[in-house]
């Protein structure tokens, strides 16, 4: 999926001076079309809004059909990043909005009936390998030059990415306002002349907030099966504050 590609910036920024803190904010203030949105920050993560670097990156490596709100890294790694060592961060949230949805107001019946349909697509895929769709590979090339782009602006060190199949585990949570699905995606990077074989597992959830579709991306390396466990436990943790500061 296009979405676990989210780390590819993340892995290949090079360590440079910052002025700006990495304090957590309590809560940020987001939009999605004329609502204004609340989106309390995780525990042990940090928001990227006071950080330009990690917020470009970010806002670079979503996709033309999606509209970037915000993202939440490791505390501790993005201050020892800001502090002169190399960024490496195996665990963070991308918050993003459909363009296409933005404008649009969705009542919670309307949000029942959407629910109905996913859990459907979400049966019928799970525990299949889906390889990339069209619309991934489109979205693939899309990202690509928006990433060169941003190495241009940012000296960043070149590198190359292709994309994996992925596996739907099946539904995690689901809620009045919101539906979370997990999965673990394989994705191949390559940095200089060397490759490496990365395996994220993912939680993608979609919140209803004020009539409003938001769209939170939940990420980890997946190493062992409590890899998984603590990213369906804070995922659900987010989405559920995320709902009732939103009421």
């Known amino acids: 999926m296009m979405k676990t590609l989210r780390i590819l910036l993340l892995l290949s920024l090079v360590a440079s001076s910052a002025c ?33 670097k990690l917020y470009a990156g970010s806002e ?10 915000n993202a939440f890294y490791e505390k501790d790694r993005v201050e020892a990043w800001l502090n002169g060592k190399p960024l490496d961060i195996d665990r963070y949230f991308i918050i993003q909005t459909e363009r296409q949805e933005e404008e649009k107001t969705m009542t919670v019946s ?16 799970t525990k299949k390998e889906q390889p ?11 990202v690509k030059n928006n990433i060169s782009q941003l190495q241009k602006r940012y000296k960043l060190q070149p590198f ?35 490759s490496e074989e990365v395996l994220m597992a993912s939680v993608s959830t979609i919140l209803l907030a004020k009539g409003k579709l938001i769209n939170i991306y939940g ?15 804070m995922s659900k943790t987010i989405a559920s504050k995320t709902s009732s500061v939103n009421q």
């Open 132 to 142: 990339p769709s069209s619309m991934d590979l489109k979205d693939q090339r899309d």
């Open 160 to 194: 190359d990415f292709r994309l994996g199949n992925t596996i739907i585990l099946g539904k995690t949570e689901e809620q009045e306002n919101y539906l979370s699905t997990a999965s673990v995606t394989k994705n191949i990077f390559k940095f200089g002349n060397k």
């Open 20 to 52: 700006q803190s990495a304090e957590d904010e309590k809560v940020y203030v987001g939009s999605v079309g004329n609502q204004r949105i609340l989106l309390p920050t995780p525990k042990g993560f940090v928001s990227v809004e006071t950080i330009p």
């Open 60 to 69: 670079a490596v979503t996709p033309p059909s999606h509209r970037f709100i």
């Open 110 to 125: 309307e949000f029942s009936r959407l629910k109905l349909a996913l859990n459907k697509a979400i049966i019928e895929k």
């Open 219 to 233: 990420y980890c390396k997946y190493s062992r099966e409590e890899d998984l466990t603590w990213l369906q436990d």
